[in-house]
């Protein structure tokens, strides 16, 4: 190789070099906008992501408050529906309590009205149970005013004295109390519907009969002593029920 050769390669080498270092720091620059653009990347796919879950949870959010508002909206008729339900009740309660102090006014006279005819039956009917019903009539006029005792229980109570009084004209039974034949004496009762009601001593030596017309005790004939203990018999229950021959205590046909 000649001189002028070598010179020229000489020169040339540094050139070169020059182009290398150059081209490597073009590709370390080139390498680092790649590693910046990739991190960039990398970061704005995340601030994406982000958005996304974002996103996604904000429809949730509005989903369950339009689910919300919906169930709101639901509810909020049903407690219309439940409202004028309430009203619808309460003008019939108001219309019930009108037509109930109307019958409060005209069930008290009435109630009245039946104690004091249940008071005059008492008093012209046989003395059947005598201290009995008329303890039970003194206890419902005492009834009647009292305020702590509704209307409809005296009206209860009141329907059962006159139950108790039909029983009577139907049913047979004897009972101990007082009665007056020209002085008090305890003896035994016995009532056979309202047909008869008979008495006898306690040592059954002496018989007594209601006379309806006389209202009083009068002596019953010692022929019918035996049928009147025989009915005392049956009536309690201590021996079986069978035929009677009873004196009747009716009142006389007045023709």
Known sequence: MNKTLVRAALCTLPLLLSSGQTFANDLNNA??????????G???QQR??????????????????EQEVSNLEVYQRHLQSVVDNQQQELSSI???????????????????????GLEQHIQQDKPIRIDARLARLDELKSLMPQADVSDAEKYRRILEAYQIEMDY?????????????????EAEQLYLGRLSLVARSLDRNQYWSWDHDKKAWVNVEASLSSYIDQAFAIANKQTSPTLMTLPVSLAKDPS
Request: aromatic letters at 4%.
């Open 169 to 185: 004209g139907i049913k047979l039974g004897s009972y101990r109390s007082r009665i007056d034949v020209g002085s008090g004496i």
């Open 94 to 116: 108001e219309t019930q309590l009108v037509q109930i102090n109307d019958t409060r006014q005209g069930v008290v006279p009435l109630m009245y009205k039946m104690l004091a």
């Open 42 to 44: 990398a970061q704005s």
């Open 48 to 65: 994406i992501n982000k958005s996304s879950d974002k996103a996604f949870e904000l429809k949730s959010e509005i989903a369950a408050l």
């Open 31 to 40: 390498r680092n906008v790649e590693a910046q653009t990739i991190t960039q």
